[in-house]
Nanobody
Framework: QVQLAESGGGLVQAGGSLRLSCAAS????????MGWFRQAPGKEREFVAS????????IYADSVKGRFTCSRDNAKNTVYLQMNSLKPEDTAVYFC???????????????????WGQGTQVTVSS
């Protein structure tokens, strides 16, 4: 199992940017597709973005497409979520997750992910 730890959250004004990082332990990080999800107060957790194990494919929720970019550095065992043009509705706890199985493409369904981080808070003020 992969251990995950998110960082980079914080308070930012609308229109600003943040970059979230997710550091993974384990020598097989590079074999797993990774994903980002978020949960706003009173709402269910939702898919944000995902990247394939090789980094060659990314997918995004419609609500963040064109504003967020997911990338990975397998040499550093880290996946990133660059968030630009942030909106108040992006306020949420952001979680990274590792796919349940190795060598898959980008994924969007929660059951496809087997390891989760503790989350990092992102707050966007208007």
């Amino acid at each position: 199992q992969v251990q995950l730890a998110e960082s980079g959250g914080g308070l930012v004004q609308a229109g600003g940017s943040l970059r979230l990082s997710c550091a993974a332990s384990g020598r097989t990080f590079s074999s797993y597709a990774m994903g980002w999800f978020r949960q706003a107060p009173g709402k269910e957790r939702e898919f944000v973005a995902s990247i394939s194990w090789s980094g060659g494919r990314t997918i995004y929720a419609d609500s963040v497409k064109g504003r967020f970019t997911c990338s990975r550095d397998n040499a550093k065992n880290t996946v990133y979520l660059q968030m630009n043009s942030l909106k108040p509705e992006d306020t949420a706890v952001y979680f990274c997750a590792a796919a349940r199985y190795t060598l898959t493409s980008a994924l969007r369904a929660e059951p496809d992910f087997g390891s989760w981080g503790q989350g990092t808070q992102v707050t966007v003020s208007s």
